[in-house]
């Protein structure tokens, strides 16, 4: 039997085909069951008005009992945005990621809330351990414990 | 906590050294059987179903009258906060203590069967669903994690009715019980804080013999999920456990036992016990005639059974086969007759970068005026410091132009500066040669213990070659091991000797302790030797042999119970002072923490 993850990856993407992305979240590339790349945009006023984001997601066969791996890219003329939850080499904090994932969340939830949570933010900053936990950070940002700051930014 | 249970009764031994601590060792069947009890109590006073209970203890870390205050105040919030009702359904159902029962529901499209006895709340509602979006409908279901729609899909929900595959639950619990080693499992649906009960995993991980389920896994798929239910089973108990002061887990990899020592359950009682256990398990029981435990038999401490005569000590490789450990602290040995606190400062002193400063202090000197580091590695005594160009007289310290001269005449000997400076690293010089002195000795015992192996090896060729050129037995020869036994044993209280004798106060009590250590050692010493020193060929030569280190046996055994004992009883009476705080003891009021009953 395929992974568990081909199949709800299939039908995720055969759903982001017929039913087309929320506004503001872009389908970049799904060229297989691992790594897709998306671009979200935050749409109305916002600090990040006209600015567009590219999102990394790499998924375990597991998934979605595992969560999956979202990053910003950074690099190629990508930048992360600037926000107190997301550091300069686009690993992101946020709950839902890590310990509050559930699998009946899917690659658009991700992009919907990592829109909203931009969408929230109220001003542009790094979070304050930004060049500590840049210095060392893993490459796999799963890899990381964060501690979920503040939900309300 | 309850600790009328049979299995806390302390077996009465006639007479208890001072130096050891009242124990049980129970298996994890023991536990589990502690564990029901506490399950069964709240069960009946609730008038809940176990899953409830279990539910419930597990979320206020078994603190019984807690949950029971808190249950009494408001039995609804208690219940969401456990996980075992969601917000929305207990709102809507007023009833909430008779009956919170989890529940559990098999909606299996193609033959619907409830999986076993329905908890005592048999007339559920069919409350609407909280979340519509998962819930079967009556013309097909789709799982909504792996979107599998076949009509032939089994499904399983807690009781918010989240419905998913039976496959996905199964990856899901693995998920959480192998790979997080987690007790607890909430619910797969985003933001849903139910979590499932134990009958609910055991269902789907090891369903009922003849059931469909059971039925339709592969032997592969039946042997994955009773091994997680056991690590989920491990799981429950550890938490148990590690809520329970008075319990310890075994530390030693891949054993399930746990020591109970309610005497050593509060940190205060760690400044006068030294609460060294054994969890009663044997890995390899060579030669040891002493029963290993089983579920409900505990163990004695071999020490506390057969320590007051050489003759029935159990051939002990220095902990090789029974998992000695301190109830107090993470010290994974025997660490008698130096308190945790005292063995946890030494052992962070040595693994301590400190020395290496203190290293430093001792060989170098800093500039007087920008503190630069420097060691002065030849040359003359006019220093010149590379970064601040400062010069200065190496001995005195002083700088170079109050000397005067151009050739060295350190005539400055008494200036201030100068003093205090060579008072610092005098100091500092000090105090590294006495640790070493402590440390020094501390190792050398840890490494005759652990050379033990060795002598063991040893020691067996001689009792071969003993039988062979004498008429003794090979019971006769036993004296050989019993001798290297007990040298082990002695060696690793000398060892923590040198701990705790570096954190004395320089007093009267010091003074006696030392003497205590000396005479020890010494025999020790002289034990190893007759131990490592030839064999004699002849019938005579050995009679003497066996004579002499019988006798020295007794007598190192006697120094070693006069050394533990010694201080064991200075830790009840208060007579040991720190010269460093240690944790636990207080150091305002000296007079109270001297006598003490």
Same mark, same amino acid.
């Given at each position: 039997m395929a992974a568990i993850s081909t199949r709800r990856l299939?039908?995720?993407?055969?759903? &982001?085909?017929?039913?087309?992305?929320?506004?503001? !979240?872009?389908? !970049?590339?799904?060229?297989?069951f691992?790594?897709?790349?998306?671009?979200?945009?935050? @749409?109305?006023?916002?600090?990040?008005?006209?600015?567009?984001?590219? %999102?990394?997601?790499?998924f375990e066969p597991t998934y979605p009992i595992a969560s999956?791996?979202?990053?910003? !890219?950074?690099?190629? =003329? +990508?930048?992360?945005?600037?926000?107190?939850?997301?550091?300069?080499?686009?690993?992101?904090?946020?709950?839902?990621? =890590?310990n509050?994932w559930s699998p009946v969340?899917?690659? &658009?939830?991700?992009?919907?809330? %990592? +829109?909203? @949570? %931009?969408?929230?933010?109220?001003?542009?900053?790094?979070?304050?351990?930004?060049?500590?936990? !840049?210095?060392?950070?893993?490459?796999?940002?799963k890899?990381?414990?964060?501690?979920?700051?503040?939900?309300?930014? | 906590?309850?600790? $009328?249970?049979?299995?806390?009764?302390?077996?009465?031994?006639?007479?208890?050294?001072?130096?050891?601590?009242?124990?049980?060792?129970l298996s994890q069947t023991a536990i589990e059987k502690m564990m029901d009890?506490?399950l069964?109590?709240?069960?009946?006073?609730?008038?809940?179903d176990r899953d409830?209970?279990a539910l419930?203890?597990r979320?206020?870390?078994?603190?019984?009258?807690?949950?029971?205050?808190?249950?009494?105040?408001?039995?609804?919030?208690?219940?969401?906060?456990?996980g075992?009702?969601?917000?929305?359904?207990?709102?809507?159902?007023?009833?909430?203590?008779?009956?919170?029962?989890p529940s559990r529901r098999t909606t299996s499209r193609s033959s619907t069967k409830v999986l076993g006895p329905s908890p005592?709340?048999?007339?559920?509602?069919?409350?609407?669903?909280?979340?519509?979006?998962?819930?079967?409908?009556?013309?097909?279901f789709?799982c909504h994690i792996c979107f599998d729609d076949s009509p032939s899909l089994k499904t399983r929900a807690l009781?918010?009715?989240h419905t998913f595959c039976l496959g996905c639950w199964v990856d899901y619990l693995g998920s959480r019980i192998r790979d997080e080693q987690e007790l607890v499992i909430p619910c797969m649906a985003?933001?849903?804080?139910l979590r499932a009960p134990d009958s609910f995993v055991r269902a789907i991980l090891v369903p009922d013999a003849g059931s469909p389920e059971a039925k339709s896994m592969t032997p592969e798929e039946k042997a994955a999920g009773q091994k997680l239910w056991e690590r989920f089973g491990e799981l429950g108990v550890r938490d148990f456990v590690g809520?329970?002061?008075?319990?310890?887990y075994c530390p030693y990899p891949a054993c399930t036992n746990t020591?109970?020592?309610?005497?050593?359950?509060?940190?205060?009682?760690?400044?006068?016990?030294?609460?060294?256990?054994?969890c009663g398990a044997r890995g390899i029981p060579?030669?040891?005639?002493?029963?290993s435990s089983s579920s409900s038999?505990?163990?004695?401490?071999?020490?506390?059974?057969?320590?007051?005569?050489?003759?029935?000590?159990?051939?002990?490789?220095?902990?090789?086969?029974?998992h000695?450990?301190?109830?107090?602290?993470?010290?994974?040995?025997?660490?008698?007759?130096?308190?945790?606190?005292?063995?946890?400062?030494?052992?962070?002193?040595?693994?301590?970068?400190?020395?290496?400063?203190?290293?430093?202090?001792?060989?170098?000197?800093?500039?007087?005026?920008?503190?630069?580091?420097?060691?002065?590695?030849?040359?003359?005594?006019?220093?010149?410091?590379?970064?601040?160009?400062?010069?200065?007289?190496?001995?005195?310290?002083?700088?170079?132009?109050?000397?005067?001269?151009?050739?060295?005449?350190?005539?400055?000997?008494?200036?201030?500066?100068?003093?205090?400076?060579?008072?610092?690293?005098?100091?500092?010089?000090?105090?590294?040669?006495?640790?070493?002195?402590?440390?020094?000795?501390?190792?050398?015992?840890?490494?005759?213990?652990?050379?033990?192996? $060795?002598?063991?090896?040893?020691?067996?060729?001689?009792?071969?070659?003993?039988?062979?050129?004498?008429?003794?037995?090979?019971?006769?020869?036993?004296?050989?091991?019993?001798?290297?036994?007990?040298?082990?044993?002695?060696?690793?209280?000398?060892?923590?000797?040198?701990?705790?004798?570096?954190?004395?106060?320089?007093?009267?009590?010091?003074?006696?302790?030392?003497?205590?250590?000396?005479?020890?050692?010494?025999?020790?010493?002289?034990?190893?030797?007759?131990?490592?020193?030839?064999?004699?060929?002849?019938?005579?030569?050995?009679?003497?042999?066996?004579?002499?280190?019988?006798?020295?046996?007794?007598?190192?055994?006697?120094?070693?119970?006069?050394?533990?004992?010694?201080?064991?009883?200075?830790?009840?009476?208060?007579?040991?002072?720190?010269?460093?705080?240690?944790?636990?003891?207080?150091?305002?009021?000296?007079?109270?923490?001297?006598?003490?009953?």
């Open positions: 299939g039908k995720e993407l055969k759903e &982001i085909h017929s039913e087309g992305c929320p506004v503001g !979240v872009t389908l !970049v590339s799904a060229d297989n691992e790594c897709w790349y998306f671009t979200i945009q935050v @749409m109305g006023e916002s600090e990040y008005e006209g600015e567009a984001f590219m %999102l990394k997601f790499r999956p791996a979202v990053q910003f !890219v950074v690099g190629n =003329g +990508q930048e992360a945005p600037v926000h107190p939850h997301v550091y300069s080499n686009g690993h992101i904090c946020a709950s839902i990621l =890590g509050e969340l899917g690659v &658009i939830s991700i992009c919907v809330t %990592l +829109q909203s @949570m %931009l969408a929230s933010c109220k001003k542009k900053e790094r979070p304050t351990d930004n060049e500590r936990y !840049v210095k060392h950070a893993p490459e796999n940002p890899k990381t414990r964060f501690e979920y700051h503040d939900d309300d930014v | 906590m309850d600790m $009328d249970n049979e299995d806390f009764k302390v077996p009465i031994k006639e007479k208890k050294k001072a130096y050891e601590v009242d124990f049980t060792s009890s506490e069964e109590h709240i069960a009946g006073i609730f008038g809940v409830t209970a419930l203890l979320h206020l870390q078994w603190n019984k009258e807690r949950l029971i205050e808190k249950y009494m105040d408001n039995a609804s919030s208690v219940s969401i906060d456990a075992i009702s969601s917000p929305s359904t207990s709102t809507s159902s007023p009833t909430i203590p008779s009956a919170p029962g005592s709340t048999s007339k559920q509602r069919r409350t609407p669903p909280p979340a519509k979006k998962y819930t079967p409908s009556a013309t097909s789709t009781g918010c009715e985003e933001s849903c804080a809520a329970n002061k008075a319990l310890k020591v109970s020592c309610p005497s050593a359950s509060t940190k205060a009682s760690l400044t006068r016990i030294v609460p060294i256990v054994t060579q030669t040891s005639q002493s029963p038999s505990p163990a004695l401490n071999p020490y506390a059974a057969g320590g007051g005569s050489s003759d029935n000590t159990t051939l002990d490789t220095a902990a090789s086969k029974e000695v450990y301190c109830f107090g602290c993470p010290v994974e040995s025997d660490h008698r007759p130096v308190v945790c606190g005292v063995a946890r400062m030494w052992l962070k002193k040595c693994a301590d970068d400190s020395e290496t400063a203190n290293w430093i202090k001792s060989n170098t000197k800093e500039c007087p005026i920008c503190q630069s580091t420097i060691e002065k590695n030849g040359g003359c005594n006019h220093m010149t410091c590379k970064k601040c160009k400062h010069e200065f007289c190496w001995v005195c310290m002083g700088p170079w132009t109050e000397h005067g001269t151009q050739w060295y005449s350190c005539n400055r000997y008494e200036e201030k500066a100068g003093i205090d400076a060579r008072d610092q690293q005098s100091q500092s010089r000090a105090s590294l040669e006495r640790y070493l002195h402590y440390y020094n000795r501390w190792a050398n015992h840890e490494q005759s213990s652990k050379l033990s192996l $060795d002598l063991y090896a040893k020691t067996e060729k001689k009792m071969e070659s003993l039988q062979s050129s004498s008429a003794l037995t090979w019971i006769e020869v036993q004296f050989m091991r019993k001798a290297v036994d007990q040298a082990v044993r002695c060696r690793r209280t000398l060892q923590w000797t040198y701990a705790m004798g570096y954190f004395l106060e320089n007093d009267n009590m010091k003074e006696l302790f030392e003497a205590n250590q000396r005479d020890l050692e010494r025999s020790v010493e002289e034990l190893s030797e007759l131990l490592e020193g030839p064999v004699p060929v002849d019938k005579e030569g050995i009679g003497v042999l066996r004579q002499k280190v019988t006798d020295k046996t007794v007598y190192v055994q006697m120094r070693n119970e006069v050394m533990l004992e010694d201080t064991a009883n200075g830790l009840v009476e208060g007579r040991w002072k720190w010269n460093a705080p240690v944790e636990g003891f207080s150091y305002e009021e000296d007079g109270d923490v001297d006598v003490l009953p």
